[in-house]
């Protein structure tokens, strides 16, 4: 699990460190003056990069806040990094909490689609809170496929979020999972069509009983 380390005392080049900050730049506490000591935080740059971290805005001043929206335009813009960046890695500290004087439970849901990004490390409170929000919204389908005259039972949970999670039960061939951002029926038929392309028919080919994968 991708977890942010409570202390970081270095970092790889490539790597961010990801913390709070306020929009006049001045790091003058917490993550924020622990980024400028130690990761070359710019004071007068409340928002991007600079040194080896990334300033990401959650109050205007250090004694005025912003509201959950207002973080969230900074945050969206963050993601708009870490996509184009895919070979670089962000730790992500609890911004936003603390001295921006909100919590995990409402800073966190605005990093749900960090949640499953490779190169990003959430802290263990957000992941709490984005997983119980995937499981209380979890939904469970089940259906049967029988190409080549063998029966497939695929069964996958689909969140009201955004992700979902499809297993494949093969009478033959052993439990596939495949975690896919997915929420409808086609979705789940594209990737069942290019399961059984890529390796049902391989498995059959090869006179194999049992196949076992796991696809993400």
Known sequence: MRVTAENIIDLPGGHWFVFGSNKQGIHG??????ARNKFGAVLGVGEGFTGQSYALPTKKTPYEKMTIEEIKVGVDRLYEEVIKRQEEVFHVTEVGCKHAGHSPETIAPLF????????????????????????????????????????????????????????????????????????????????????IDKHYKEALNQGRTRYEANNS
């Not at 506490?29 to 622990?34: D, K, R, V, W």
């Open 29 to 34: 506490a917490g993550a924020a003056l622990y």
């Open 112 to 195: 749900r689609k960090f949640y499953h990004t490779k190169n990003v490390y959430l802290p263990a409170s957000f992941r709490r809170v984005i997983k119980k929000m995937i499981l209380d919204s979890l939904e469970v389908y089940e259906a049967t496929f029988s190409p080549f005259g063998q029966n497939l039972v695929i069964k996958w949970e689909s969140s009201l979020i955004g992700y979902g999670q499809l297993a494949i039960h093969p009478d033959s061939i052993g439990k596939v999972v495949i975690d896919h951002e997915f929420m409808d029926i086609e979705s789940v038929k594209a990737i069942m069509n290019d399961f």
